[in-house]
């Protein structure tokens, strides 16, 4: 297991596992449902993944759309993958929203969109709260 599966919380904050990535719930949520996709590889680069993880990443990301599109009505995704503090390869996964989200009878706005996210800032979304986002998505999952 790699350093930035135990900094998101791997395998407490799993949503879903393929051969070559982990969907984790993001601990911090700038817009309601965000993820990290994470790779199982102990490399340091995107350039130095296997080509069976390369090709299996588009397939994690339609899921991860798709299941985010059942649960709330996201516009756009947004994938960064910045590893400055993290060091293998991830994608912090963050759904847009143009109008305001209700998940669990609460509110949620995407202050931002449809400029930039910014990954440091969350939502105000207490323990309970995130895992019982995690739950939805790992039960409504799609492949």
Known sequence: MNATLTRFGYPHANVREYDHWVVLIRPVQPTPLSC????????ESLGALSRAAAGELPEV????EATVR???????FNYLALMMVDPNPHFHALPRYADSVRLGGIDYRDELFPKPPDVLRGLVVDAPTLAQWQAWLAAHWRN
């Open 61 to 64: 990301i339609r899921a991860f």
């Open 36 to 43: 990290v996709i994470a790779a199982r590889a102990e490399v």
């Open 70 to 76: 059942v649960l709330a009505p996201a516009q756009k």
